[in-house]
């Protein structure tokens, strides 16, 4: 078998270069890749402890480089957020009945930023304030998978590597929290907010959301609905700490007819109870109240949710017409970024937030493309840009990285990128009747925006460059996943060809061991 980390149908041939940028070309649907993930899941129930690898290389950039960041946050656009649509404006053409598809770039006029020189799109109008305190990059470009499936791509941005693979590979938050361990050993490491598995293709989504192979006490700490945070550490209403003491112990007994428990390596096993005895620490520790949100002043709040009332909960019909969904969920992602904030202060090492993936919601607008997309930066501009705000205020922004991705990008027209055209996935008319076709219908990758703050980038800084006029490609100083998470890496100390053993070989943090981390972004 190829080794871990090495695409199975990847030319054994292919020079260094071309290597970089190759995927399966494979045609894959969903029953695939939930099979591939499910038999490196698996596999990775008999691992062992993962020993860290330090090459020669490894130790030279261990002892050269010096970290800006002791903390990540990740605010994740799950659906493909159009370029053309926030971050990298084009030409605008307002909605007329009967104009050509061809005709908009944008549907959104750009707006001036802090920058000279830097637009972002209408609807953006916060986070044009902060750019001067950090760095856009506009030219991030996903990998060729084939027929293009989100969670194929959102696996590959979260592991660095493309699905599938022979082994369960770690969430980025995973090796981080693996690597460095927590700032304080009371709050989890890795901590993931806003996503739920029990909606769309949350299988999918789990084969990622995972530490795999390194052990399940360095996996997330999901908290589905940021408004209910505190509801995740603290016993159940009602419950006396010695019934809660005696279910925990109960809960253990249970786990040893788990998989893991019965098919799991000692080290496995060991490891998910490590887990557990780390989530029961948390319930009695002060750093608890960072995830009660009732603890933050109102004002505070609608800093980040001007229309935030008390007890407002969050959990609308997912109803496809028009933004009917997107626009009963504003405030959602809010609370996350304000609960991101919260639990920076207390020492949590990854923090991931999310709008959510759902297919046809959010930011997978097969259709009301303009509309959706309007919604969506209502729910993002705000809490974005105070989250920067406080951070800033508060000393923290220096040491935490703070970077807003998307698993790529779309267009009106094309699917894929202009010159690795794949199978279109939405009907698009020679002509645009209603509103309904308006918009960035499908699937992009030759281009998608990651602006970063804090952590040591630059700042007032623009990196990469697209094309004005469609094809909107990116055309200089291509970012790459495995380049964009040896920056992530860099940032923190860790060198891009750290490496941990499995099954008696090697698997590098970034792709092979090849990420090249962008000096260019950082200060």
């Not at 994740?76 to 053309?84: F, I």
């Not at 996350?336 to 607008?365: H, Q, S």
């Not at 860790?494 to 970034?510: D, G, H, N």
């Amino acid at each position: 078998r190829p080794r871990p980390g090495f695409l199975e149908d990847e030319s054994a041939n292919a020079n260094a270069n071309e290597r970089r940028f190759m995927t399966a070309t494979t045609k894959w649907n969903r029953r695939d890749f939930l099979k591939t993930a499910s038999a490196a899941t698996l596999s990775a129930l008999a691992a062992g402890f993962p020993r860290s690898v330090l090459s020669a290389e490894a130790k030279v950039d261990a002892e050269k480089i010096k970290s800006s960041a002791d903390t990540v946050i990740v605010l994740w656009m799950g659906g493909g957020m159009a370029h053309t649509e926030t971050f990298d404006p084009k030409r605008y053409a307002p909605f007329e009945k009967g104009m050509s598809s061809a005709a908009f770039l944008s549907t959104f006029p750009s707006i001036p930023t802090a920058v000279d020189g830097i637009r972002l799109s209408a609807g953006l109008e916060k986070m044009a304030g902060i750019m001067d305190r950090g760095t856009l990059i506009r030219s991030y470009t996903a990998g060729d998978l084939g027929f293009i499936l989100h969670s194929r791509h959102q696996y590959q941005w979260h592991t660095g590597y493309a699905p599938p693979q022979t082994v369960a590979a770690p969430h980025l938050g995973a090796v981080i929290a693996r690597t460095l361990g927590p700032l304080n050993p009371a709050v989890p490491a890795f901590i993931n907010v806003g996503q739920r598995f029990d909606v769309g293709e949350g299988e999918e989504l789990k084969a990622f959301t995972t530490a795999g192979f390194l052990g399940s006490e360095f996996g997330p700490f999901n908290i589905p609905f940021p408004d209910q945070a505190a509801n995740t550490v603290r016993p159940p209403g009602g419950m006396t700490p010695g019934r809660f003491e005696d279910r925990n112990k109960f809960y253990k007994k249970l786990l040893a007819a788990s998989p893991v428990g019965e098919h799991g390596s000692d080290y496995q096993k060991e490891s998910l109870l490590r887990s557990l005895d780390n989530a029961h620490r948390l319930l009695s520790s002060p750093a608890a109240k960072a995830f009660d949100l009732a603890l933050e002043p109102l004002e505070s709040i609608r800093r980040y949710v001007p229309s935030y009332q008390p007890g407002q909960q969050f959990n609308a019909a997912q109803d496809r017409f028009g933004a009917k969904y997107e626009d009963q969920m504003v405030g959602r992602f809010g609370l996350g970024c304000l609960l991101a904030r919260r639990l920076a202060e207390v020492g949590a090492r990854y923090i991931e937030v999310t709008t959510e993936y759902i297919p046809f919601l959010n930011w997978d607008t097969h259709e009301n493309g303009h509309t959706r997309a309007a919604a969506m930066k209502r729910q993002i501009d705000a809490p974005f840009a105070q989250l920067i705000l406080d951070l800033e205020e508060r000393g923290l922004l220096n040491r935490t990285l703070v970077l807003l991705a998307s698993e790529f990008s779309r267009d009106a027209l094309i699917e894929g990128k202009p010159d690795k055209r794949v199978k279109d996935q939405v009907e698009v008319p020679d002509q645009v009747e209603s509103e309904k076709h308006y918009g960035m219908h499908r699937h992009f990758t030759d281009a998608g925006c990651v602006p970063m703050f804090g952590g040591g980038v630059r700042k007032g800084h623009l990196h990469g460059l697209t094309a004005d006029e469609r094809p909107c490609k990116t055309i200089k100083d291509r970012v790459v996943i495995e380049d964009l998470h040896a920056s992530i890496y860099r940032a923190l100390g860790i060198s891009p060809r750290l490496a941990y053993e499995i099954e008696k070989r090697p698997f590098y943090v970034t792709r092979d061991g090849e990420g090249k981390p962008i000096l260019e972004l950082f200060g």
